[in-house]
């Protein structure tokens, strides 16, 4: 009786000593899996022009009209860090959702943008790290960038601004 007595006591002490220890665990936030329709994402760099160099930018989009999200509207900004030129550029970003609910998702990851004229359209997944969706992937379809304004800049290596149309934003 006293062996089952100290068992008891044993694993009583043991509760005691993870309860706080389970209580700070991190929590996880709920996966995000809704969508936004299209819309246009701006975004200014260093020159460019046909010869790769490294690329420094910033882009900005408002998405409205979101479905299954925090928030029916986003506003995703960012800083872009690569290397490229005209026909093509690649690198990684580090931006936030700012949701019009106040709420606030942080994403980084892997962005390639081709270019040429004409230029394709390319799926960029990225992951989301803080915030709403944490640990989950924001997926965003972009039609080709609207390399038409460009031609002329990107010959006398002077673009730096331009748009590209998002088709749609979901995440994962």
């Known amino acids: 009786m006293a062996r089952l007595t100290r068992i008891g006591v044993v694993c009583a002490a043991a509760a005691a000593l993870a309860a706080p220890l389970l209580a700070i665990q991190p929590t996880t936030a709920e996966p995000l899996g809704g969508w936004c329709p299209g ?8 020159p460019l022009g046909m010869n790769a160099v490294p690329v420094r930018g910033t882009f900005d989009t408002t998405l409205r009209g979101c479905a299954g999200l925090p928030a029916a509207e986003v506003a995703f900004h960012g800083n872009f860090d690569g290397h490229g030129s005209c026909n093509g550029v690649g690198g990684d970003i580090d931006g936030t959702l700012q949701w019009s ?3 606030v998702s942080r994403v980084n990851g892997r962005w390639d943008v081709p270019g040429g ?3 394709a359209p390319k799926t960029n997944i ?3 790290v803080e915030g709403p969706g944490e640990g989950g992937r924001l997926h ?3 039609a080709p960038v609207d390399s038409q304004p460009l031609v002329g800049a990107c010959q ?3 673009a730096h601004t331009g748009r590209i149309p998002i ?3 979901h995440f994962n």
């Open 101 to 103: 609910n106040g709420e």
């Open 167 to 169: 088709m749609t934003m």
């Open 39 to 46: 819309g246009d994402m701006a975004f200014n760099t260093n």
């Open 126 to 128: 990225v992951n989301i």
């Open 156 to 158: 006398n290596g002077t």
């Open 117 to 119: 004229n004409p230029a």
């Open 140 to 142: 965003i379809d972009q």
